[in-house]
């Protein structure tokens, strides 16, 4: 692999460590007190077992796409890094789908089931949480983009080796 190539690859490597570990930053951080007719009301991510998986999430998949970088670029540990980033893709979608699915029913609530909504009461928490989740999945869009084009250039080597 040629050192421009092998800089791209390390550059949107760190880039995805950046985005997911904002995202964790930003939801690890977000904490906000109210009071609501004389009662406070506290909000907070360790509240929220859809918001810790979030995070752990989002820090593990983090870590690995650093750790991945010092990986040479055609040793016998690159096919177990295509399993590895098939499992992140996987751990990521989760936490994203687990916390979006969470948001959603703190803005909106569920009128058939009673649930009222309460971001009208903490509004700015509900806005942490979604900047939150917009960084995690920029992170999540470009890691599995980079992991299908590495899918791809492996597929594409086997079937010129086969020919």
């Not at 421009?4 to 690890?28: D, H, K, Q, T, Y």
């Not at 999430?57 to 177990?80: E, H, K, M, Q, R």
Request: with cysteine.
């Amino acid at each position: 692999m040629s050192k421009a190539l092998r800089s791209i690859f390390i550059f949107v490597r760190v880039g995805i460590a950046a985005a997911l570990a904002v995202g964790a930053i930003i939801m690890a951080t977000s904490h906000y007190s109210t009071n609501f007719f004389g009662i406070t009301m506290e909000a907070k991510f360790q509240y929220t077992p859809s918001f810790k998986y979030f995070v752990i999430a989002n820090a593990i998949a983090s870590a690995y796409n650093l750790v991945v970088v010092f990986v040479p670029t055609g040793s016998p540990l690159s096919g177990l890094v295509i399993m590895c980033d098939t499992i992140m893709a996987m751990l990521l979608t989760g936490a994203m789908a687990a916390t979006g699915a969470i948001s959603e029913l703190a803005k909106n609530g569920n009128a058939h089931a009673g649930w009222l909504p309460i971001c009208n009461q903490i509004q700015p928490y509900c806005d942490h949480v979604s900047g939150s989740l917009i960084s995690a999945f920029v992170g999540l869009i470009v890691f599995v983009l980079f992991m299908l084009y590495n899918i791809f250039k492996i597929v594409s080597l086997d079937l010129h080796v086969c020919r």
